[in-house]
């Protein structure tokens, strides 16, 4: 039996950085069939599903979270929506081609920025998509956000288990560009088994490469997720997740501006420094992604903290395939 009042996993309001201008958006994580792909050491989303795999059921579900989302917030409130599942919303195995095109047809005239895996960016279905929601208002009414990670295959392989190569990304940017749509690049800064330089170094490269590709790129440091392989090295001191520090170099550096959220910032399981400056540095990381301003970063990154002797240390000092130096 469905609720009438069934929620989807999370919902929000904010604002969001598209080109030099701030809109209000909507993001949504509806709740799904789950990922079809299932396998990335890092990710705990995919185990938020339904345990049922039929379509007229799920739809179901699916029609009573998007029912909610429109009691409780009104169209006029945002121009921009961004849409995750515990996978990929144009997969048709998570979330059925029916329902797809009701959240097409409900958000005519928004932005939407969705999540999907590069094997499910079908040039006929994205061209449809954006013909139902496209009223005119904007040049670029639908962005395929894509978890890229990184550019590098070897680290999408061992790394991180994501199924697919730098390759497919590419191809998949291609086809959605096609379809009348635009690209949003997700990348992990600092998956399982790479020293703190090794993701640095990566991270740069990445950024760079993506950019190619990506009208948007945003960089995500890990955060360690409940449940997950990545956790199982964690716990027995085999992981520690970013500095801050590094994520600051990152955004000082970057060619192009780099949007971030650091989730979990300044916790043991997320991005962070000493305890001392986090708080400072993560909110101002936040305000970054907003205004786009490279003095902030760099005013930021001259904080004096004495746990910037310990990361430049880290950094010159730790090797691979051997434990962190640090916690």
Not at 165 to 182: L, P
Not at 238 to 252: F, H, I
Request: contains cysteine; glycine residues 6%.
């Amino acid at each position: 039996m469905i609720s009438e009042r069934e929620k989807p996993l999370a919902h929000w309001r904010g604002k969001e950085r598209l080109g030099n201008e701030l809109l209000e958006c909507l993001t949504i994580i509806f709740r799904s069939a789950g990922c079809t792909w299932s396998k990335c050491r890092m990710c705990s989303y995919r185990h938020e599903r339904y345990a049922t795999k039929q379509s007229e059921e799920l739809v179901g579900h699916l029609r009573a979270q998007l029912a909610w989302i429109r009691d409780e917030y009104k169209p006029a409130d945002y121009a921009m929506v961004k849409i995750f599942t515990s996978g990929s919303f144009f997969d048709p195995e998570e979330v059925p081609s029916a329902f797809v095109a009701e959240v097409a047809q409900e958000f005519r005239g928004k932005i939407v920025i969705a999540e999907t895996r590069p094997e499910f960016v079908d040039e006929n279905r994205f061209s449809s998509f954006v013909e139902t929601i496209d009223d005119g208002t904007y040049k670029t009414p639908l962005f395929a956000a894509i978890g890229l990670e990184t550019t590098n295959d070897l680290i999408l392989t061992k790394s991180i288990n994501k199924g697919f190569s730098f390759s497919d990304f590419t191809a998949a940017a291609t086809r959605a560009h096609a379809a009348g749509a635009g690209v949003k690049a997700y990348l992990l800064f600092k998956p399982l088994f790479l020293t703190e330089n090794e993701a640095l170094t990566d991270m740069k490269t990445s950024i760079s490469e993506a950019a190619k590709h990506a009208e948007m790129i945003s960089m995500n440091p890990c955060t360690v997720q409940r449940k997950t392989e990545l956790e199982f090295y964690w716990k027995r001191g085999a992981y520690r997740p970013p500095y801050l520090w590094s994520v600051l170099t990152l955004l000082k550096d970057a060619p192009i501006h780099v949007t971030c959220d650091p989730l979990g910032g300044g916790q043991k399981r997320g991005p962070h420094n000493c305890g001392t400056c986090d708080y400072e540095i993560v909110r101002g990381i936040r305000d970054f992604s907003l205004t786009g301003d490279r003095e902030l970063i760099g005013a930021l990154f001259d904080t004096d903290c004495s746990c910037k002797a310990e990361w430049e240390f880290v950094l010159k000092n730790e090797t691979p395939y051997a434990m962190p130096l640090t916690r």
